[in-house]
C-alpha cells in the first residue's frame, strides 16, 4: 500500500475533492489518500504553521502566497475551478428580487439578517457594502459564520435570512433555497488553485494526483460540483 496523500482544503471543494479523488482511486487502488476539509483560514493557518501535509487547495492568491513562502514547491500549482458567490434563503421564504446589483442592494438593505463567511466570498461582500455605502447601516444584522460552518446550516435553522456563499457550498443542503447567483456585473469568481506542499515527502505521487484534477477527465465531477472547470 502507498503512503497515504494527506490534503488539506478550504470547505468551498470539500464534496469536489471527495468525488475527484473516488474517480482517481479507480485507476489507482493503492494509493490511500485523506482530504481534510476546514475553515479556510484555519486551514492556511495549518500550512503556514508549516505541519507535514502532502497538497493544498484553497484560493489561487492563498497558493501563490505560500508558495512565495516556501509552503508550497515552486511551480507545482494547478488551477482547478472557478467559482462563483450564490444567494440563499429559507426553504420556502419568499425569493428576493437579485436580477441587478440595484435589486440585489435593495434586498440586503431589506433583510432581517444578511449572512456571509470568513472565505473570499465573505470578504469580498464585506468590500461591497462597504463600497455601497451601507456597512455601517447594517452592521448589526450581519452574521459572519465561524470558519467551516456553511452559511446555508445558518440560513436553514432561521438565524440568517439572506445569505450568500460558494455555490458549492450551498448546493444539497437541506432546508434552503438557492435564489441565484450575484448579478453579472457584480458577480466575483474565485479560482481554487493545489499545489504540492513542501514538507510532502511523496512530490511525484501528489502531482500525478494533481494532474488528473487539472485534467479534461475531471471536467465533469467539476460542474456536478457547481463550478467552471480550468
Known sequence: ??????????????????????????????????????????????????????????AADVIDRMTAAGRIVAGSRVDLVKSGVYVAVRAGAAHPDIGSEAALKQAVLEAGTIGYSTGPSGVYLAKLFERWGIAGQIKDRIVQAKPGVPVGSLIAKGEVELGFQQLSELMNLPGIDIVGPLPPEIQVLTTFSAG??????????????LAFMGSADAAEIKRRNGMEPL
Open 1 to 58: 500500500m502507498a503512503s497515504q496523500i494527506h490534503i488539506i482544503s478550504s470547505m468551498a471543494t470539500k464534496q469536489l475533492l471527495a468525488d475527484l479523488v473516488a474517480q482517481f482511486q479507480q485507476s489507482h487502488p493503492q494509493q490511500d489518500i485523506r482530504v481534510e476539509a476546514v475553515g479556510g483560514v484555519d486551514a492556511a493557518k495549518r500550512v503556514e504553521a508549516g505541519e507535514a501535509l502532502d497538497a493544498i487547495v484553497l
Open 196 to 209: 504540492i506542499a513542501a514538507a510532502s515527502s511523496q512530490a511525484d505521487e501528489v502531482r500525478a494526483l
